[in-house]
């Protein structure tokens, strides 16, 4: 399978507010979740994945487990950035210099952790890279002044999903926070649009991407027919779902 990747801005003391200070006070939920006006049912998951999240083993990977329960905890509070294959981890191993935007998380936590720890995505389902809230800034600044930075970014953000990471960027500039990058929070079917899967808020993922997934999976099923057929009007109309799903 291929990498639905999303962006998570969440700042570094949120980290520990809405998921380890949760994991250890069950009545952080209730608070949190009236203090950010969130609906009943995203409260209910919210308290699922850290239910979840307790569980975890001490010899489980913390980018499968822990990293990737933060990144759907934080889809709950405020809107998270969807590209189809674009992770900044394999930015990093094609580019490495691009690694110096990235901190990890034993720089992050202000404990120490038992789980094992990659920092980057290896497989589906786990977290990322996480960019600082001073490097989300420095990143954005070298994309406009620096060519070379420029130059990387918009050839591994292809197709026009430079703009939703350039999105990411600017809402973590805005709020002051960093970025926690993930896969599979979200999973859209560009060809079955209501059997898309969240396990964090779906309706709090950005459109933008899922409409140039959804595209390109048209213009990739047009290039191998060669021709107008039933499905591809099918994934056309899936994509207008989509939009009055969630608005235009």
Same mark, same amino acid.
């Given at each position: 399978?291929?990498?639905?990747?999303?962006?998570?801005?969440?700042?570094? #003391?949120?980290?520990?507010?809405?998921?380890?200070?949760?994991?250890? /006070?069950?009545?952080?939920?209730?608070?949190?979740?009236?203090?950010?006006?969130?609906?009943?049912?995203?409260?209910?998951?919210?308290?699922?994945?850290?239910?979840?999240?307790?569980?975890? #083993?001490?010899?489980?990977?913390?980018?499968?487990?822990?990293?990737?329960? &933060?990144?759907?905890? !934080?889809?709950?509070?405020?809107?998270?950035?969807?590209?189809?294959?674009?992770?900044?981890?394999?930015?990093? #191993?094609?580019?490495?210099?691009?690694?110096?935007?990235?901190?990890?998380? !034993?720089? $992050?936590?202000?404990?120490?952790?038992?789980? +094992?720890?990659?920092?980057? $995505?290896?497989? /589906?389902? =786990? +977290?990322?890279?996480? &960019?600082?809230?001073?490097?989300? &800034?420095?990143?954005?600044?070298?994309?406009?002044?620096?060519?070379?930075?420029?130059?990387?970014?918009?050839?591994?953000? +292809?197709?026009?999903?430079?703009?939703?990471?350039?999105?990411?960027?600017?809402?973590?500039?805005?709020?002051?926070?960093?970025?926690?990058?993930?896969?599979?929070?979200?999973?859209?079917?560009?060809?079955?649009?209501?059997? =898309? $899967?969240?396990?964090?808020?779906?309706?709090?993922?950005?459109?933008?991407?899922?409409?140039?997934? &959804?595209?390109?999976?048209? #213009? !990739?099923?047009?290039? $191998?027919?060669?021709?107008?057929?039933?499905? !591809?009007?099918?994934?056309?109309?899936?994509?207008?779902?989509?939009?009055?799903?969630?608005?235009?």
């Amino acid at each position: 399978m291929g990498f639905d990747i999303s962006y998570h801005p969440i700042k570094e #003391e949120e980290i520990c507010e809405w998921y380890f200070d949760a994991l250890q /006070n069950h009545d952080v939920v209730e608070q949190l979740a009236l203090q950010h006006q969130m609906e009943d049912f995203y409260k209910q998951k919210y308290a699922d994945t850290l239910a979840v999240g307790r569980q975890t #083993e001490p010899n489980a990977v913390f980018d499968k487990t822990h990293g990737y329960y &933060i990144a759907v905890i !934080q889809g709950f509070f405020r809107t998270y950035y969807y590209t189809r294959g674009s992770a900044f981890s394999f930015l990093i #191993e094609e580019k490495p210099h691009f690694k110096k935007y990235t901190k990890n998380w !034993q720089s $992050i936590l202000p404990f120490s952790m038992d789980n +094992s720890v990659a920092n980057l $995505i290896t497989e /589906n389902y =786990s +977290s990322g890279v996480y &960019i600082p809230a001073d490097q989300a &800034i420095a990143l954005l600044n070298d994309y406009y002044n620096n060519s070379h930075i420029k130059q990387d970014l918009d050839h591994f953000f +292809s197709h026009k999903r430079i703009d939703v990471f350039l999105s990411a960027l600017e809402a973590s500039k805005k709020l002051g926070s960093g970025i926690l990058e993930a896969t599979e929070v979200v999973e859209p079917n560009p060809f079955d649009m209501p059997k =898309s $899967i969240s396990y964090s808020n779906l309706f709090n993922c950005d459109k933008e991407g899922v409409y140039l997934y &959804i595209d390109a999976a048209a #213009e !990739q099923m047009s290039q $191998i027919q060669n021709t107008q057929t039933p499905q !591809q009007q099918e994934t056309s109309n899936k994509s207008s779902f989509w939009k009055k799903l969630f608005g235009n």
